[in-house]
């Protein structure tokens, strides 16, 4: 059956169509997708962290990886991650003892954990009893510096350092993240020291790590399984980055 009068309508709606318009309007990216954040510059691989407030101690993580086209692909996520207690605080304001999660966008040097390699690219350290992490502000030149062991010469105190070896879930794996890390490290007296010292107002040991039994003291904890996965996908050929903070101003992080 023919019918002129529907064919006239439809030719005349087609007509009002602007050439080329798509049948539907795209998608707008999200906030936390890799092109729309400030500071990812030539980073190939950039793992996000965000949070619904600057309060809230809970998060979603997700991982992108740059194809050869210049796009970004979701490797994995979104995967529920936990962060600090009192949750982000922007990280130039970030201060010691606080259970605030850094906000800001930062590289990831090197990994370690109390159990083996799980097959990562980074630098893997396997800790053990005599593996600590310094924040003792009385002695800047071991702040927020790894220390093998304590030798007797050694300046930091065991009561403002970290035992790695004692959490032996959370550190399971770890990734140590770039925040507030001192340069020009070197060997004496039986430590590790800087000899461009960390900032010890705004502490540090800021990880990405194996989830505990609830929210951290500042890092970020994900699932056993899932922090495997990170770590065997991390490659530091590709420049490597973490960006965190609260949805509505991780553009800026």
Do not use: K
Not at 54 to 69: G, H, P, T
Not at 71 to 79: A, D, M
């Amino acid at each position: 059956m023919r019918c002129p009068g529907l064919l006239r309508v439809l030719v005349a709606v087609l007509l009002l169509l602007p050439a080329g318009a798509p049948a539907a309007a795209s998608r707008p990216l999200p906030p936390y997708h890799p092109s729309r954040l400030a500071h990812v510059g030539d980073a190939g691989q950039v793992v996000v962290v965000t949070s619904e407030s600057w309060s809230s101690n809970r998060a979603r993580l997700r991982a992108y990886q740059r194809s050869v086209d210049g796009s970004w692909r979701l490797r994995l996520g979104p995967v529920d991650a936990r962060i600090g207690y009192n949750g982000f605080a922007p990280a130039d304001r970030r201060r010691q003892s606080t259970s605030t999660t850094p906000a800001g966008t930062f590289g990831i040097p090197w990994a370690f954990g109390t159990s083996a390699d799980p097959g990562t690219s980074l630098e893997y350290r396997r800790v053990d009893a005599n593996d600590w992490w310094p924040y003792d502000p009385r002695d800047p030149g071991t702040y927020n510096v790894w220390q093998p062991r304590r030798g007797p010469a050694a300046d930091w105190r065991r009561s403002g350092a970290e035992d790695l070896s004692s959490y032996g879930v959370q550190y399971r794996h770890a990734a140590v993240l770039d925040f507030n890390l001192p340069s020009g490290l070197y060997r004496a007296g039986g430590e590790w020291l800087a000899r461009e010292p960390a900032d010890t107002r705004r502490g540090g040991g800021i990880f990405l790590h194996v989830n505990g039994p609830g929210a951290t003291a500042g890092c970020v904890s994900v699932p056993r399984a899932e922090m495997r996965r990170l770590l065997r996908w991390l490659a530091p050929g590709r420049q490597p980055v973490v960006v965190m903070g609260p949805r509505s101003a991780i553009t800026r992080m």
